[in-house]
């Protein structure tokens, strides 16, 4: 509440933010480029390929742990600090990723030290740019999160590059010291957005100004988490199992399965893009509602049809479009439901989903065998989680006597 009676920052300020945002969100975005590096450490390692790709499950429930707590962190030491100190882990994690001579190094280095780094840095900042713009979260996420996307199409040529004229080592120390260089770069060009003012006329505004506390006692709270949990686990495991699918479901030659991995970052990208930009338009529970339609879509082809390789390119492409829109939106719905001052604690821990969606559809895939049990499960979600969006209501809280007394 300290920040309530500043006077309005200059307009650039908040631009400048939106442009270290960007900046911030591509540097952190290239780990997901993960999967280029998982041959060679599998050889330098002498271990299996899936133990080696374990280091990404991990790095992604550690930004979601993190993501979790950077409002607290950036309460305590405010935005441009947390995103410079996550800069500086970002490129130590990647010097030890780099030194790594087992499989237990590598997955603390590039699972946990990493994966606490880029969440420290992706949500704080994701959040507090979106409240500096109020009147068009959904186009300012789309920004942001598309940023996040490109930076990891934009490091895959980067990092490809890198291996084929350096060491797999040196390659790990360029690419830490190239992140940590940008996203201190963009960090500096950010400020702290300013405590949103609820206008005494505006009463639908400050009735859906919630705590943490407060958000987590509400059925809409654990009904968008559920939403969430289901996008993210249907997007992550089948993006992230895409080639395999390919080849073993549909019978393609590798060379062809390995194209779902481009179909998927263009399809991403448009549903960060073109969700994002409607979200501005329309309520934003009904984006998230053709998001599920879409993703459901996906996932009947997955389930009832015998695919073809372009059914095999709709498909997957469905279920990443409607990832990257759900992602790219839920930060502004969440504001939507709950406020946006509290915004960065009350999507951290819905994005915790995020974390355990990454691991849950593997998980499952592991104990049941196969990918026909993890399709029908991630397929039920996806039909209770329709439900869930259509019958949702905002909250609303009513005032007590004496704020009626001290409006009146």
């Known amino acids: 509440m300290s920040r309530t009676n500043l006077s309005p920052a200059p307009d650039s300020v908040r631009w400048l933010t939106l442009l270290g945002t960007i900046i911030t969100q591509f540097a952190l975005g290239s780990v997901y480029t993960w999967s280029l590096f998982n041959g060679q450490l599998s050889q330098k390692l002498d271990a299996p390929v899936s133990q ?3 280091s990404f499950g991990l790095l992604s429930l550690g930004l979601a742990l993190s993501s979790s707590v950077a409002g607290k962190l950036q309460e305590r030491f405010g935005v441009r600090n947390v995103a410079i100190g996550a800069g500086l882990l ?15 190094m590598l997955w603390l280095s590039a699972g946990v030290l990493v994966g606490l780094a880029d969440g420290a840095g992706y949500l704080m900042t994701l959040s507090n740019c979106v409240k500096w713009f109020p009147e068009r979260k959904g186009v300012i996420s789309a920004c942001a999160i598309g940023a ?56 639908a505004t400050a009735a859906r100004d919630y705590t943490l506390a407060e958000s987590m006692r509400m059925p809409q709270y654990w009904m968008l ?29 590798t060379q062809t399965a390995a194209n779902a991995v481009t179909i ?11 969700l994002g930009v409607l979200s501005d338009k329309i309520a934003r529970i009904r984006v998230i509602t053709l998001a599920q339609i879409v993703s459901l879509a996906g996932m009947a082809i997955l389930l009832f049809t015998r695919m073809n390789e372009t059914t095999f390119f709709i498909s997957v492409a469905c279920i990443a479009f409607s990832f990257g829109g759900t992602i790219t939106v839920y930060p502004s719905l969440v504001s939507d439901f709950f406020g946006l001052n509290n915004l960065t604690k009350n999507y951290g821990v819905i994005y915790l989903g995020f974390g ?16 026909t049990v993890t ?34």
């Open 356 to 371: 355990i969606g990454s691991v849950l559809g593997s998980l499952i895939a592991s104990l049941f065998g196969g990918f």
């Open 264 to 274: 998927i970052a263009v399809a991403n990208l448009s549903g960060r893009l073109i």
């Open 52 to 54: 080696v790709a374990f």
């Open 375 to 408: 399709f029908s499960l991630i397929m039920t979600l996806l039909v209770i989680s329709l439900v869930m969006s259509l019958i949702i209501r905002m909250p609303h809280r009513a005032r007590s006597i004496p704020q009626i007394l001290q409006r009146s």
């Open 225 to 253: 988490a559920l939403m969430f949990l289901t996008a993210c686990m249907s997007g992550l495991y089948v993006i992230g199992v895409a080639k395999d699918i390919g080849e073993g479901m549909v019978h393609l030659s």
């Open 148 to 203: 996040y996307g490109l930076g990891s199409l934009g490091f895959k040529f980067i990092c490809s590059s890198l291996l084929a004229h350096f060491s797999l080592e040196n390659t790990f120390l360029i690419w830490g010291a190239l992140a940590m260089s940008m996203v201190i770069l963009g960090a500096l060009l950010m400020t702290d957005a300013p405590q949103q003012h609820l206008s005494q006329g505006n009463e």
């Open 90 to 104: 970002l490129a130590v994690g990647f010097y030890l990723t780099a030194q790594a001579n087992s499989l237990l």
